[in-house]
Each structure stands twice: as structure tokens, then as C-alpha cells.
């Protein structure tokens, strides 16, 4: 049977390119959005092995209570990899905590919940691959107006202790850090300064998103045999 993976925040430059990823491989995949993707539907037309799933992770007591009403739905899955990315810039001294908490509800307690549910199936079948996903803002502290992103983000790089014990059923958890990437996020918002960002790294260019992808499958499928609780940079 084709083991089957639940990709959050899915809509994305990346998200695309990570479900394109899976369904190459033979994977059935469960893509989630907020909002309407044209390029998810348009995927989903292409390939019967997609499935969409549609919800706002900000209303996070409606999402509670939607995962407690569906945890078939959640359980059926082998893998999880979160790349949910809320991130509404604003200026450090005028953030509200009501601000901070909508990005901590998408970027963190979204896929805390879905943990809780898709771990306990993971056990019974000995095998699972969970990915959370950081940034490399939480290296520096966050820029000028991405601190509550980077914060919330930052809550994705730690490990309870429980996490120790799942290795002992085969399930492999890990984050891995996202560099800057070349994606229309970073296009939108001309002060980034892309080129300078570029020299900054090693290679002197900014990621494509089907690198990224590639580095992200492989931490979250059965080619990762033996790496777990690990934060990976990828910059």
C-alpha cells in the first residue's frame, strides 16, 4: 500500500513543490490551505492520489475541536510535515499579543495537535516520519519585523522528551531550518534586498523551491532511516 502524508501550509512556493515531490515518488498526499489555491486544485485535477483539506489555523479552538471530531481522518496518515508560515510583518514595539498569539496558533499549536493525534496511529503501525519546519530568522533573533514569525517558528527546533521514546517504533522527528528561498514572499517586499542576501551565502544565490523540497522528502520519508531530533540547516 502507498503510505499517505499530511502537509500542512501546503499553498506555498514550497508547499507546491514538496507535494509535487511526494506524488512523483508515489505517495498519497493530504495538502492543506487556508485560502484558494488554483495551483493545489489544479494538481488535484492532475492526480488522484491528492487530497485537499481546507481550514484557518488562526481560529485554533475551532481547529481543536475539529481534530477531536475527525481523528480517523489525522490517524490515517504515515507522515506529517508542517509548513505552515504565518507571518504578518510589523514592527517589534507594535506587536499586540493578540498579534503574537495568531502567529504562535499557526506556526506552533497547529501542528501540536495534529501530533497528539497522528503519533498514537504512527506506534501501532511502527513507522512514521514526522518534519517540522523553522527558519533561518530564528538564527538571528528575527529581522526588524519578523519577530513574532520567528518566534513562533522558533517553538518548531524543541523536542519534548517523548520524542525520544517514538524512535523505539521507528518514528523519526526532525526540523529542519529554511534558508532564504526564491519564492514570491520574498519578491513581494522590495527593502529585503535579495541580491545582498545572495552574497551572504556560501553559493552566492538564494534556494529554489525544489531544492528545498528535495532536502524536505528526504527528512520526511523512508530514504531517512537513522536521523531523528536533529534541527537541519538548510541555508
Not at 518534519?131 to 517558528?153: D, P
Not at 521507528?170 to 519564492?183: P, S
Request: proline residues 1%; aromatic residues 12%.
Amino acid at each position: 500500500m502507498k503510505k499517505k502524508i499530511l502537509i500542512t501550509g501546503a499553498s506555498s512556493d514550497i508547499g507546491i513543490a514538496v507535494v509535487q515531490k511526494y506524488l512523483e515518488l508515489g505517495w498519497k498526499v493530504t495538502a492543506h490551505f487556508n485560502k484558494s489555491s488554483k495551483k493545489l486544485k489544479d494538481l488535484k485535477f492532475q492526480n488522484n492520489n491528492l487530497d485537499l483539506f481546507c481550514f484557518d489555523f488562526e481560529h485554533i479552538q475551532k481547529f481543536e475541536k475539529f481534530v477531536k471530531q475527525n481523528k480517523s481522518f489525522f490517524k490515517k496518515h504515515d507522515a506529517f510535515i508542517s509548513l505552515t508560515g504565518l507571518n504578518n510583518s510589523k514592527q517589534f514595539n507594535l506587536l499586540k499579543i493578540d498579534e503574537i498569539n495568531h502567529h504562535l496558533n499557526v506556526n506552533y499549536f497547529s501542528s501540536w495537535l495534529i501530533l497528539r493525534e497522528v503519533v498514537n496511529s504512527m506506534k501501532k503501525r511502527n513507522w512514521g516520519r514526522v518534519l517540522l519546519t523553522s527558519s533561518i530568522g530564528t538564527k538571528f533573533g528575527g529581522g526588524e519585523k519578523t519577530f513574532a514569525y520567528s518566534l513562533s517558528k522558533h517553538m518548531n527546533e524543541f523536542f519534548p522528551s517523548i520524542f525520544k521514546d517514538l524512535a523505539k517504533f521507528n518514528i523519526l522527528t526532525n526540523c529542519v531550518q529554511i534558508g532564504v528561498t526564491d519564492t514570491k514572499l520574498n519578491k513581494i517586499d522590495k527593502n529585503k534586498k535579495m541580491n545582498k542576501r545572495a552574497k551572504l551565502i556560501p553559493l552566492n544565490r538564494i534556494a529554489r523551491p525544489e531544492e528545498i523540497a528535495k532536502y524536505i522528502y528526504f527528512m520526511g520519508s523512508d530514504e531517512n532511516t537513522f536521523i531523528t531530533l536533529q534541527k537541519i540547516n538548510i541555508t
